[in-house]
């Protein structure tokens, strides 16, 4: 069953200087219970995808062009205070970057998982801060800690609070952006953990927002690469790291560590990501790419159904290279 599908997505932010094209022309589609890596170097476009989704753009952002279906509704033209009331946080909701510092620090913690509740579901609050207890215990914090303020709690138990208040009204759909950056390497294993065994315990469809595929290796079943506002290549786990098709993609796996082969070389990809003020024409991936052809500079590849739920969008897989 769809969760999600996004329909030729564009989101441009207005600057002095003219619209940068932050997410352009975007296709996706989400099944239920579906763990979606969504993978690319800072400033590709995944940040913005997601607050389109969500519908938390920043004052100079907007979504120019695309559909953004939810269960087949098309929440892009819903009204604001419909969509607030019913989509947001209750149907899906957001574990936002540096989800540490995004709880309120004078207030308990549990209290503003109750806030979240009662604002969306007509429950009384001492219900809600039961339905904290639970969610503390889902997510492996001691459920009397809900009377902690944030100071009190350590950066692994913040982020996990910050999950638990994701969940705090059932959504059919959640999106964690960079959920582990900020945390040591210990605390984010522990971290990935508790997002593992939710997604067994619950079903439930995310997606993962990370620039680190040994993330997206550990947590997720599918993974979507973006460049420069465009997806180039989406797949299942297993086809994203054995036979990855897209150049990016590629090029990411070769400067990712294995440890089935311990002799491998790492490359990093060469150059930079282009200003999205002024994307490069044809294929964005050209001025970086080892196998670009005199097309790739011209004409925009399409984003192609290769496989069984795996597409790419490079020139090499209708002309042959
Ligand atoms: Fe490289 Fe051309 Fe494919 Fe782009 S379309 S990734 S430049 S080969």
Known sequence: M?????????????????????????????????????????GCGKTTL???????????????????????VDIVGLDEAIFDKDYRWKR?????????????????????????ITIHEDVAKREALDRARELFSLV??????????PHELSGGMKQRAMIAMALACNPDFIIADEPTTA???????????????????????????????????????????MYAGNLVEYADIDTTFSDPVHPYTQALISAFPSIKEDRRELISISGVPPNLLNPPTGCRFNPRCPHRM?????EKPEYLEIGDRHFAACHLLTNGG
């Open 294 to 298: 005199d097309i790739c500079t011209k």
């Open 2 to 42: 769809t969760i999600l599908e996004v329909q030729d997505l564009k989101t441009y932010y207005s600057t002095l200087k003219g619209d940068v094209k932050a997410v352009d022309g975007v296709r996706l589609q989400m099944e239920k219970g579906e763990s979606l890596g969504l993978v690319g170097e800072s």
């Open 183 to 225: 945390l040591d390497v210990i605390v984010q294993a522990q971290t990935l953990e508790v997002i593992n065994e939710l997604q067994k315990k619950l079903g439930i469809t995310m997606m993962l927002i990370t620039h680190d595929l040994s993330v997206v290796a550990q947590t997720c079943t599918t993974c979507a690469i």
């Open 50 to 72: 997601a607050l389109a989704i969500m519908r938390l753009l920043p004052w100079n952002g907007r979504i120019v062009g695309g559909k953004i279906l939810l269960n087949d």
């Open 92 to 116: 899906m909701a957001y574990v936002f970057q540096g989800a540490m510092n995004a709880l309120n620090p004078v207030f308990k913690v549990g209290d503003q998982i109750a806030e979240a």
């Open 140 to 149: 492996g914090i001691d459920p009397g800690r809900i009377t902690s303020y």
